[in-house]
């Protein structure tokens, strides 16, 4: 039997009603798929790209482990840190090494090859694959430190690591910088610069993206050279009659590299369980001695000056760096040859 009108009018409208509900429900859900699927495709996991696209630390706090135990570095309060042990992916991570008394040098590395604002220094970043922050650890002055937080955050480019920063102890900083930077960013290399050299990111990453066949690599200019054990000499080393006559090969300390299974090693030891010499690079030396590593040296690494091949130029051997940092950096920018050639692909 037919229904009746009266029952044909009375379920009409409440039909056209779920039907509409159910398109709309479909739509909204297809939508949000779409949108779970872009978020999911952005997130920072495998790669070199977006280092700072999912929000990865910028400037952060590292504590220093002091009961000397293995490990990297824990992110300390006001850092950024996420506290639950994110590495971000990089191709490698460059650790400019810099202290109190290098306001003007790092006033013109900002006016030279590393960019002054967060966008610049992002699109650096982006295009070499390579993160890049100024690494400082602490004092005891209250107007040093108030400095250095304007500084923070005005520019926000800084690795802050809890140990005392002063120039005797730089092997323990050096130490203390490849645990927080292991502990922060998973990345194929871990480089400590200075802050008074001229450097070319762009090369610096073709550089450390070259295919190796052995996994531990110490990249660094290499040299030898007599052991200095006269107290009056800026070089002078009082472990000297522990290492004769002469240095073993060793990296020139303005700037070198460390493989990611370099860097694993000494995070995995206790602190106290490294000897420490006077001079950081000596001391980074002798570690690598003890390791099986590959010595790589580059001369494109201390480069006296620009060059179409250059990587980082500094004033080799007047100087351990550049010898006027504040006037020279901005100088060898305003050169074509420094900072706008090419490019080129390493022939090795």
């Known amino acids: 039997m037919p229904s009746s009108p009266k029952f044909f009018h009375a379920r009409q409208p409440p039909s ?68 639950g042990g994110k590495r971000y992916k990089v191709m490698g991570f460059v650790g400019i090494q810099t202290g109190f008394g290098s306001v003007g040098r790092r006033q013109s590395l900002r006016k030279s090859w590393m960019p ?11 295009s070499t694959g390579l993160a890049f922050r100024f690494v400082i650890g602490r004092t005891n002055d209250k107007a040093k430190m108030a400095e250095l937080r304007k500084e923070v955050a005005q520019y926000d480019d800084f690795m802050l690591l809890d140990i005392e920063e002063e120039y005797s102890k730089l092997p323990y900083k050096t130490l203390a910088f490849f645990k927080a930077a292991y502990a922060l960013f998973d990345s194929e290399f871990y480089v400590k610069a200075d802050d008074d050299i ?23 200019c ?3 050279g007599p052991v200095f054990t006269l107290p009056n ?21 303005p700037i070198y590299a460390l493989s990611a299974d370099v860097v694993a090693s000494l995070v995995a030891l206790r602190n106290n369980s490294f000897r420490m010499f006077s001079n950081e690079d000596v001391t980074i030396g002798a570690w690598m001695l003890a390791m099986n590593v590959n010595h790589e040296d580059n001369r494109a690494l201390c ?24 006037k020279r950096l901005v100088e060898l920018h305003q050169k074509e040859i ?6 080129l692909v390493s022939d090795d």
């Open 16 to 83: 056209r009603s779920k039907f509409t509900f159910f398109i709309l429900l479909c739509l909204v859900t297809g939508f949000g798929g779409f949108l779970f699927g872009i978020l999911a495709f952005l997130r920072p996991g495998s790669g070199y790209s977006c280092i700072g696209g999912g929000g990865p630390v910028r400037s952060v706090s590292v504590v220093w482990d002091k009961s000397g135990g293995g490990g990297g570095g824990d992110s300390g309060d006001g850092g950024g840190g996420d506290g």
């Open 338 to 343: 420094c900072s706008n050639t090419p490019t």
């Open 116 to 126: 002054a604002d967060r966008q610049g220094l992002q699109r650096l970043e982006d």
């Open 233 to 253: 000499l800026k070089w002078y080393e009082p472990l000297s009659y522990m290492l004769g006559s002469e240095y073993f090969l060793h990296a020139y300390g």
């Open 222 to 224: 290499m040299k030898k």
């Open 303 to 326: 480069s006296p000056e620009c060059t179409s091949s250059s990587i980082a130029v500094w004033d080799i051997p007047k100087c351990s760096g550049l010898c006027i940092p504040e």
């Open 198 to 220: 001229y450097l070319r990111p762009d090369r610096l990453s073709l550089l450390l993206a070259k295919e190796r066949s052995h996994s531990q690599t110490y990249l660094g």
